[in-house]
């Protein structure tokens, strides 16, 4: 039976034919600026381990604060925000036993964000889309843990799928507009994520807009499977992402060469979030809002990137930057591939 089509890829897909859009920043350093306790964090849910630094938590215990950094990126100018569920599955949460609780913690992150969105769309009737974020977990399906057992693998791929699964269909019920499969550093992990999207879609009976973004482990521009950017689209592509990108990993400075690369070959949507600049001595951010919103938009008036926004260090006041920056640029065209084959192993071959 075919699946019903997603409104969320028209609208996005219609916003970027006329502007560049904005997507939020960084969520952890946000959350560090409260001062939380471990109290805060582990309210009265009764949990057997410590809680603090279990970001995703906050959902159920102290919601105000995920609110606020919605709201706080929304009104500098972001056009999407990214669900506060990095870690919200099944495995990262088992190491604050509070894996039991991966629905609740996506369903209630879910809802937030979709209040907020609606909230500043019903203000100026400009659409605000709601993107759920699916973090990596801390297994890996390409390398084995134990150098001395290559073969080793502490998951296999039909756990992958169903933690996955579980995580995207809480996330779908709490109202998000997309799944976005973040900071890859598995290509098959990543892969793993899309196999569960397309389960949960046979189950609702509709489309699930997905958006990918790769991060990488070197400055040559692989990821910690070794995928070169273009062998990680080759390896993708097939999944129809409405977006995608590069996060994390390095500052604007670092990854523009793989963003022209990415932007070249890559047919659809491309979303950059870059964290603020490289850590210093202390592991702080210190990049300034200006600084990053300048270089980002060397990417924007090369006509590379549909979407920008920020990751780790970054803060509404860069996003505030970046939307300023670009502000009436053109809207970056996708390009018209040739049809050839096109195949992926750690290096792109194309077969002409």
């Known amino acids: 039976m075919p699946l019903i089509p997603s409104s969320a890829r028209a609208a996005l897909l219609e916003q970027a034919r006329h502007r560049i859009l904005i997507t939020d920043g960084a969520f952890g350093t946000e959350i560090q600026n409260f001062g939380l306790a471990?109290?805060?964090?582990?309210?009265?849910?009764?949990?057997?381990?410590?809680?603090?630094?279990?970001?995703?938590?906050?959902?159920?215990?102290?919601?105000?604060?995920?609110?606020?950094?919605?709201?706080?990126?929304?009104?500098?100018?972001?056009?999407?925000?990214?669900?506060?569920?990095?870690?919200?599955?099944?495995?990262?949460?088992?190491?604050?036993?509070?894996?039991?609780?991966?629905?609740?913690?996506?369903?209630?992150?879910?809802?937030?964000?979709?209040?907020?969105?609606?909230?500043?769309?019903?203000?100026?009737?400009?659409?605000?889309?709601?993107a759920g974020a699916i973090g990596p977990t801390n297994k890996t399906l390409s390398l084995s843990p134990d150098v001395n057992d290559p073969g080793f693998r502490e998951v296999d791929w039909d756990l992958m799928v169903d933690v996955y699964a579980e995580q995207i269909d809480a996330l779908i019920e709490g109202g998000v507009d997309f799944i976005l499969i973040e900071t890859i550093f598995d290509t098959l992990n990543a892969?793993?994520?899309?196999?569960?999207?397309?389960?949960?879609?046979?189950?609702?009976?509709?489309?699930?807009?997905?958006?990918?973004?790769?991060?990488?482990?070197?400055?040559?521009?692989?990821?910690?499977?070794?995928?070169?950017?273009?062998?990680?689209?080759?390896?993708?592509?097939h999944a129809r992402p409405v977006t995608v990108g590069l996060n994390c990993s390095f500052g604007a400075t670092q990854l523009r060469p793989h963003v022209k690369t990415l932007s070249e070959i890559a047919d659809t949507?491309?979303?950059?979030?870059?964290?603020?600049?490289?850590?210093?001595?202390?592991?702080?951010?210190?990049?300034?809002?200006?600084?990053?919103?300048?270089?980002?938009?060397?990417?924007?008036?090369?006509?590379?990137?549909?979407?920008?926004?920020?990751?780790?260090?970054?803060?509404?006041?860069?996003?505030?930057?970046?939307?300023?920056?670009?502000?009436?640029?053109?809207?970056?065209?996708?390009?018209?591939l040739e049809a050839v084959t096109r195949l992926a192993g750690l290096e792109p071959f194309v077969f002409a």
């Open 38 to 130: 471990e109290a805060d964090y582990a309210g009265t849910l009764g949990l057997a381990r410590d809680q603090k630094g279990n970001n995703d938590i906050l959902a159920l215990t102290k919601p105000e604060v995920p609110e606020s950094i919605h709201r706080a990126y929304f009104a500098a100018g972001a056009d999407i925000a990214e669900t506060n569920t990095f870690s919200a599955n099944r495995i990262s949460q088992a190491d604050y036993a509070a894996e039991h609780l991966v629905r609740d913690i996506n369903v209630e992150s879910a809802k937030l964000a979709r209040k907020v969105a609606d909230e500043f769309t019903a203000q100026d009737g400009r659409p605000r889309f709601v």
């Open 191 to 237: 892969k793993a994520a899309v196999m569960a999207v397309r389960h949960v879609e046979q189950k609702l009976g509709r489309e699930i807009p997905i958006m990918l973004s790769m991060t990488l482990t070197d400055l040559s521009g692989r990821n910690l499977s070794g995928h070169t950017v273009e062998a990680f689209w080759w390896a993708v592509r």
């Open 269 to 336: 949507l491309i979303m950059v979030y870059p964290n603020a600049g490289l850590p210093n001595e202390l592991g702080e951010y210190d990049e300034l809002p200006e600084t990053t919103a300048a270089l980002v938009k060397e990417w924007a008036d090369a006509g590379q990137v549909n979407i920008l926004g920020g990751c780790c260090g970054s803060t509404p006041a860069h996003i505030a930057a970046m939307a300023r920056a670009v502000d009436g640029l053109p809207a970056r065209h996708s390009p018209a």
